[in-house]
């Protein structure tokens, strides 16, 4: 009996550490990633070096730009924002976007997604428009095609009409300095050498 009273203890202790195993376990792998210094809003996408989706998009009315259409990626790089007014590091993001429209190397393009166009319009009057395409994707179906997981996000175009990078998450100046604009240095360089 005794015997068996000891083995059902022993049992016990074990069921008892199991859950605390666990739990160091998944704490030891979520402390590797945070200390891994991988950069979270650079998420790897599948369209990394394939054709950029087929996109035509009516223009955002009223704003006196054309639509987006993926043909008129051909020949140049291009920086396209997904951005919607309802999103606040949009707003966020927006003076970043207002200073890359300066830089006439590459063109800025945008595509307004799930957004009204009335608050797509007086979101870019009030903040100034940096795009010299918006295209308005209403119910999101093209931002699924471009494997979009939320707003903002960023993608590189090379004059190939091929996705060289995404970022994920509002630009900021260091963003912008460290990830985006080497980048598209890299697709002028590359395009220029093609």
Known sequence: MSE?????????RL???????????????????????????VVPSALI???????ALDALAGLGVPGLDSSAFAGKVTVLNIFASWCAPC??????LLALAKDKRFALSGLNYKDEPDDARRFLGELGNPFGAVGVDPAGR???EWGV?????????GKD??????????????????????????????????
């Open 142 to 144: 093209t931002a699924i």
């Open 49 to 55: 070096g394939q054709p950029a989706p087929k996109t």
């Open 91 to 96: 707003r966020e993001e927006h003076p970043v």
């Open 15 to 41: 069921a008892g550490l199991l859950p605390l195993a666990v739990f160091a376990f998944l704490a030891g792998v979520f402390l590797l990633q945070l200390l891994s210094g991988r950069d979270g809003s």
């Open 161 to 194: 009409g091929t996705i060289r990078f995404k970022h994920v998450g509002p630009l900021t100046e260091g963003s912008v300095r460290t990830l985006l604009m080497p980048e598209v240095e890299r697709a002028l360089a590359a395009d220029t050498a093609d």
């Open 4 to 12: 068996n009273t000891e083995t059902a203890r022993r049992t016990r």
């Open 149 to 157: 997981y939320g707003v903002p996000e960023t993608f590189v175009i």
